[in-house]
């Protein structure tokens, strides 16, 4: 089955900079891939997602580039801001009738002031 | 419109008892995920609903661990005589078959004492 590593566990950034964070996946069948944000004491919430037939996707900050050769993603935020702390999911799954999502085990961000 | 709502928010059980969580999607959503999330850990897949078809029960952890879904709607998970380790946040997420979105609950929290 699928397995989705993500690195780093946690992250540390000064407001304005950048923060980056990667997965990998195994399964060269999945094909959507997105990025769930989760606050503290909060669901988990969808920012932004990407799917197999696109290279790269931006909304505002948020940015997501997928290299399905390689079997990687990564979540790309620029001008951090203190809101933007909270853990980061990424996920991979098949966009096929009955196939679940595997969730990576997640980022805590901390953007400092 | 409504999101997804989960009860009962927080639930205390003696190690041993059974109990059952609630879970009402989104009106029109096919697909119904259960998560687990432990403290400070990522997001553990239990099992998936898709319309009328054999649910996927692949992240069961145990014959302790159930689930239903009444007329495409309203889902139930049932763990039957709790342990400790049972203790965390059950997470549920609906989302339509065309679309891979997830939207999550608030969770239940478990405190299995």
């Known amino acids: 089955g699928e397995n989705v590593e993500q690195h780093p566990s946690t992250l540390s950034v000064q407001e304005g900079d950048s923060a980056v964070i990667k997965c990998t996946y195994s399964?060269?069948?999945?094909?959507?891939f997105p990025w769930y944000k989760q606050e503290l004491g909060k669901r988990p919430q969808l920012i932004i997602d990407?799917?197999?037939?696109?290279g790269e996707k931006k909304d505002q900050r948020i940015a997501v580039t997928l290299n399905k050769t390689a079997k990687h993603f990564s979540l790309h935020i620029t001008e951090t801001q203190p809101e933007d702390s909270a853990v980061y999911f990424c996920?991979?799954?098949?966009?096929?009738?009955?196939?679940?999502?595997?969730f990576g085990p997640g980022t805590r961000l901390s953007v400092l002031p | 419109g409504a999101g997804v709502s989960q009860s009962p928010s927080n639930k205390v059980t003696e190690k041993g008892k059974d109990v059952e969580l609630r879970c009402d999607p989104i009106?029109?959503?096919?697909?119904l995920y259960w998560y687990r999330q432990s403290l400070g850990q990522g997001l553990e897949f239990l099992i998936y609903?898709?319309?009328?078809?054999?649910?996927?029960k692949s992240g069961l952890p145990s014959d302790r661990f159930s689930a239903e879904r009444t007329g495409g709607s309203v889902s139930t998970l049932t763990i039957q005589r709790t342990q400790q380790e049972d203790s965390a946040v059950y997470l549920c997420?609906?989302?339509?078959?065309?679309?891979?979105?997830?939207?999550f609950g608030p969770g239940t929290r478990l405190t299995v004492l």
């Open positions: 990407i799917r197999s037939n696109v």
């Open positions: 996920a991979a799954s098949m966009n096929n009738y009955g196939q679940n999502f595997v």
């Open positions: 997420a609906s989302g339509r078959e065309a679309y891979n979105e997830q939207f």
């Open positions: 399964d060269s069948a999945s094909n959507y």
């Open positions: 609903f898709q319309g009328n078809s054999a649910p996927d």
């Open positions: 009106s029109g959503h096919t697909a």
